[in-house]
C-alpha cells in the first residue's frame, strides 16, 4: 500500500478537470486518497473521485456534457438562475445518483455558504448529488439550494485544506488551486460564462453587447477576489504541498476538452512529487502531529 495523502481540491468551473490528472498522477505513482475535501468545481470533481469511478471515466463524462447537454440558460425557472443544472445533473447521475455521502468509497466532504445565515457549511453527510449542486450554486448563475438557501463553497473558502486535514491531521495535505494563468494573459481576454454555450448567433450578440462587456467585468472581478481570498486562505491553512496547474485563462464555464486540463493537471502535480515526498520526513510527519492534532482536541 502507498503512502496516504489528503487532498484539498479548489474551485474554479471547468478548470476543474485538472484536479482529474492531479489525483491520477498520485495513483500512478503509488499514493493513496486518503480523503477528499472540494469546495465548487473540486466539490464536484472530489465527489465522482470518491464514489469509485477512475478519472478517464470521468473525463469522458466531460467531453459528453459538452457535446450533447452543456450550461443551458435557467431563465423562467422556479428558482431563477441564468443556467439551469438539468444538464449537470444527467452528466452526473452514473457517478453519484441514489448514492449518500457516507457510502462513498473514500471519504468526502465539500463546503457551501448559508446565505441565510451567512456560515460556511460543512457537508459530511447525506445525498451526494445534492451537496453537489449546493457546493457549485454559483451565486445567480445557478440556483440556490435548500432551506438554508446554499451556495458555492468557494464565496468564502476556496481550497478547502482545514477540512482535508480533518480526514487524519497526521497526514499531507495536497492542495490544488485552479488560478494560476499563462504569462502575458490579460483578464480582458476572458469569455461571457456561458457564451460557449449558447446558441451561436445569441452568444456573439450577448458577448458584443453591454451587457457581455458587464459579465466578463464581474467574472474577472470574481475571478480575482476568489484568487485573493485563495491566497489568504492558503497562507493561513499552510498545505504541505500547493499544486497550481495552469488553467486561470479558461472561463469558468467555458466550453472545453478534458485532455489538455488532465494533461496540465498531472504536469503540475508530477512538478511537486519531490517536495510531496518530503512532507513524509520524520520532522515533518512530527510537525503535523503534535500541531494539527493538538488543535482538534
Known amino acids: 500500500?502507498?503512502?496516504?495523502?489528503?487532498?484539498?481540491?479548489?474551485?474554479?468551473?471547468?478548470?476543474?478537470?485538472?484536479?482529474?490528472?492531479?489525483?491520477?498522477?498520485?495513483?500512478?505513482?503509488?499514493?493513496?486518497?486518503?480523503?477528499?475535501?472540494?469546495?465548487?468545481?473540486?466539490?464536484?470533481?472530489?465527489?465522482?473521485?470518491?464514489?469509485?469511478?477512475?478519472?478517464?471515466?470521468?473525463?469522458?463524462?466531460?467531453?459528453?456534457?459538452?457535446?450533447?447537454?452543456?450550461?443551458?440558460?435557467?431563465?423562467?425557472?422556479?428558482?431563477?438562475?441564468?443556467?439551469?443544472?438539468?444538464?449537470?445533473?444527467?452528466?452526473?447521475?452514473?457517478?453519484?445518483?441514489?448514492?449518500?455521502?457516507?457510502?462513498?468509497?473514500?471519504?468526502?466532504?465539500?463546503?457551501?455558504?448559508?446565505?441565510?445565515?451567512?456560515?460556511?457549511?460543512?457537508?459530511?453527510?447525506?445525498?451526494?448529488?445534492?451537496?453537489?449542486?449546493?457546493?457549485?450554486?454559483?451565486?445567480?448563475?445557478?440556483?440556490?439550494?435548500?432551506?438554508?438557501?446554499?451556495?458555492?463553497?468557494?464565496?468564502?473558502?476556496?481550497?478547502?485544506?482545514?477540512?482535508?486535514?480533518?480526514?487524519d491531521p497526521s497526514l499531507p495535505v495536497v492542495a490544488i488551486l485552479l488560478h494560476k494563468q499563462p504569462s502575458g494573459f490579460s483578464l480582458e481576454d476572458i469569455k461571457v460564462p456561458f457564451e460557449d454555450s449558447l446558441f451561436e448567433p445569441l452568444a456573439k450578440s450577448i458577448s458584443n453587447s453591454r451587457l457581455g462587456e458587464l459579465m466578463r467585468h464581474l467574472t474577472a472581478t470574481v475571478d480575482v477576489v476568489t484568487y485573493k481570498l485563495s491566497e489568504l486562505r492558503i497562507e493561513k491553512s499552510k498545505p504541505d504541498v500547493l499544486v497550481e496547474p495552469v488553467v486561470g485563462h479558461l472561463g469558468l464555464l467555458s466550453k472545453v476538452e478534458s485532455q489538455p486540463l488532465v494533461e496540465e493537471g498531472y504536469r503540475a502535480m508530477e512538478e511537486k512529487l519531490a517536495e510531496l515526498d518530503r512532507a513524509y520526513s520524520l520532522v515533518n510527519s512530527f510537525r503535523r502531529i503534535t500541531k494539527y492534532s493538538r488543535s482538534r482536541s
Not at 8 to 31: E, T
Not at 37 to 44: D, V
Not at 109 to 131: F, P
Open 1 to 167: 500500500m502507498g503512502r496516504a495523502v489528503n487532498l484539498a481540491l479548489g474551485g474554479g468551473g471547468v478548470r476543474g478537470v485538472a484536479h482529474l490528472g492531479a489525483v491520477q498522477c498520485l495513483l500512478d505513482h503509488g499514493y493513496k486518497i486518503n480523503g477528499i475535501a472540494g469546495t465548487s468545481a473540486g466539490g464536484l470533481f472530489g465527489a465522482t473521485i470518491a464514489a469509485g469511478n477512475s478519472t478517464q471515466e470521468i473525463a469522458a463524462a466531460v467531453d459528453k456534457f459538452f457535446t450533447e447537454s452543456s450550461f443551458k440558460s435557467g431563465l423562467g425557472s422556479a428558482s431563477f438562475s441564468l443556467i439551469n443544472t438539468s444538464g449537470m445533473v444527467k452528466a452526473l447521475e452514473p457517478f453519484l445518483q441514489g448514492k449518500e455521502i457516507k457510502d462513498l468509497m473514500i471519504p468526502f466532504v465539500t463546503t457551501a455558504v448559508s446565505l441565510k445565515s451567512g456560515q460556511e457549511v460543512i457537508i459530511k453527510e447525506g445525498d451526494a448529488m445534492n451537496a453537489v449542486l449546493a457546493t457549485t450554486a454559483i451565486p445567480g448563475f445557478f440556483p440556490t439550494q435548500g432551506e438554508a438557501v446554499l451556495v458555492d463553497g468557494g464565496v468564502v473558502d476556496p481550497v478547502p485544506v482545514d477540512s482535508a486535514r480533518e480526514f
